[in-house]
């Protein structure tokens, strides 16, 4: 390519940097999904149709079952012993009473040990629970290799774990994996990377800036005690995704991160900890296909939620006015935070101290209040921030007086986060090919 072309790029990069063309507004609308879920297919404790259900039944219009490592497809039974003990004994009886004979299929003696209920694939259910095209399925699978854990959205085939030597390098060879699927066949698979606190280490912000392959993350995992607010050794999410981005943006000149909430939900039987209904994504899309589902995550038009709900968000890029509208109720108030990073920001950081040892924690490092900094908080309904221009990105969060209705110690009261907007990519470094495809 000319090197000349490169300015021209960055331009027409910054154009497409957020939300939708004026022509796509009268025909899109909001869509509410989960993309990250789990069955009995692998550590879930319900049946695949019985978890589309329950979305279904609860106001989703999408959703992804992305059990570890598998995909749902082919022949597997399960011992009713192993479906019990998981369920505390309720998964089937449940089963039964929602989808009956001859939908749910048995064989085997439960006196003898064997009896055995399928679990069905993907394709089997989905006309059961996609029928009028209200509802749909995608495909996902959460690709699981010890520490690193990323969904594929929309994949085509099983992509077994990919190890590395370091998480760094697991991230990247099952990024490469999916990015070589996608191409072999043709089909966008969206990877994004899930609860990024979990376990002892976690993923680093300066790791995770420089894994510019990734577009997607969690900045909300309903998963009680994986980390989303951060502890003494570790920065929250939303302090991960501020690092993350200021260091993509003023560093390798790529774009900032988009941010999901999901339910990761394994329990669907009263069991707290990993149950449905904390963690959701809108999206504004014209259709629902898997499609159009894609193509407005890498547009960012979206916003992830655990119970506000957003009536618009724009961002005018001529005026820079940031715009969020939020869906007014009864005795409840609302804060919108405009938080970011300016370009002439204090670039000094430190390593966070371990005050038993004295010795560096090995997680992300403490950065001046310039990153992630409050530009402004607005309470009503309508909030709306004028971009000084000065501004690396500016993102908003928008906090409710009201309790989630399925709460964490995580998710103490309901909030919606919209994606980074007003940034642009400044140099030609970093990955050009994937500027013109976001
Ligand atoms: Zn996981
Ligand atoms: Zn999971």
Redesign the pocket.
Known sequence: MNPFCLPFLAIAFLAASFARAESQEDKSQWFKGNL???TLWSDGDDFPEMVADWYRSHGYHFLAL?D?NVLSIGDRWMNIKEIDKRSGSKAFQKYIDRFGSPWVETRGDREAGTFEVRLKPLDAIRPLVEGDGQFLMIPSE?ITEKGV?I?ATNIGELIPPQSGSSIVETIQNTLKAIDEQSKRLGRDIIPHL??PNLGDKGISAEELAALVQDEFFEVFNG?EGDGDLGSSRRHGLEMLWDITSTLRLSEFGAPPLFGLATD?S?DYHGEQKASPGRGWIMLRAKELTAESIIEAMRRGDFYASTGVVLNDVQFDKLRKVYTVKIEPKDDVEFTTTFIGTRRNFDKTSRPRIDPTSGKPIESTRDYSKDVGMTFQQTKGNIAQYQLTGDELYVRAVVTSSEKPSNPTTESILQKAWTQPVGWEVETSRGNTSQAESR
């Open positions: 990250h879920t789990h992305s570890h959460e854990h969904n899930n609860h998963v990761d394994h």
